[in-house]
């Protein structure tokens, strides 16, 4: 059964640093999604993806964040000069036109 | 406004018994679907079920079904014969059709305890 996979599972760093999480989203999925949850709390979007564009963001995703989509396959959500408050689980997840998203197992982000 | 509304934010089921978790939405589409998470303690959102707004018949899954009242906005599930394995956090959430981010709105959850 096709899966979203997200690399990786779990990433520390230092605050300051930039990180780079990385998801494979279900390759014939048109749409793609950053959603972030702080400790089994609220799933808050951050922000989708269409035809190769940012389609929609929320207030959160700001200059810090970026997306890209590099190759055809990965999906990569950047986030420059981390800040205690971005440790969270990082979810990608991937949908077709009107089903449900698939979601990845999540990055668990740990900002120290 | 919420786009989803989920009000109980702890339940507790005995098992084998039948549960309810609410959920109520907001939009002013006419096309929109409607779908339920389970995220168990182990992190992953598992899909569960999809109810589209045109649809006449409430959607069943096995043991979860979705009772959809379409003038009260509310899409609430139903689980059936509760099993110890159904504790998680349940998400109701909802994808307007057409909306330029097709995004998915989600409530902010209902953790679900069964009782042996």
């Known amino acids: 059964e096709p899966e979203v996979t997200q690399t990786p599972s779990h990433q520390v760093t230092q605050m300051g640093q930039e990180v780079i999480l990385r998801c494979v989203p279900i390759?014939?999925?048109?749409?793609f999604y950053w959603y972030r949850q702080i400790l089994g709390q609220k799933v808050e979007f951050l922000v989708s993806?269409?035809?190769?564009?940012?389609?929609?963001k929320s207030e959160i995703f700001d200059d810090q964040f970026s997306v890209e989509r590099p190759d055809g396959s990965n999906f990569t959500l950047k986030i420059r000069s981390t800040k205690l408050e971005d440790s969270a689980m990082y979810f990608c997840a991937s949908s077709e036109v009107q089903t449900e998203a698939f979601f990845g197992q999540g990055t668990r982000l740990t900002v120290v | 406004a919420q786009k989803i509304t989920q009000t109980q934010p702890g339940m507790f089921v005995q098992e084998k018994e039948a549960v309810t978790l609410d959920c109520t939405y907001d939009?002013?589409?006419?096309?929109?679907?409607l779908f339920w998470y389970k995220q168990p303690s182990s992190g992953e959102m598992i899909f569960l079920i999809y109810q589209g707004s045109y649809d006449e018949q409430n959607a069943t899954e096995g043991r979860y079904s979705l009772n959809f009242q379409k003038a009260r906005k509310s899409a609430n599930l139903v689980i059936s014969a509760s099993q110890l394995g159904d504790s998680a956090m349940y998400f109701c959430a909802m994808r307007e059709v057409p909306n330029t981010g097709n995004q998915f709105y989600f409530g902010t959850g209902t953790s679900l305890t069964v009782i042996p």
């Open positions: 939009t002013s589409d006419q096309s929109y679907g």
């Open positions: 390759s014939n999925h048109l749409y």
């Open positions: 993806f269409y035809n190769n564009e940012i389609s929609e």
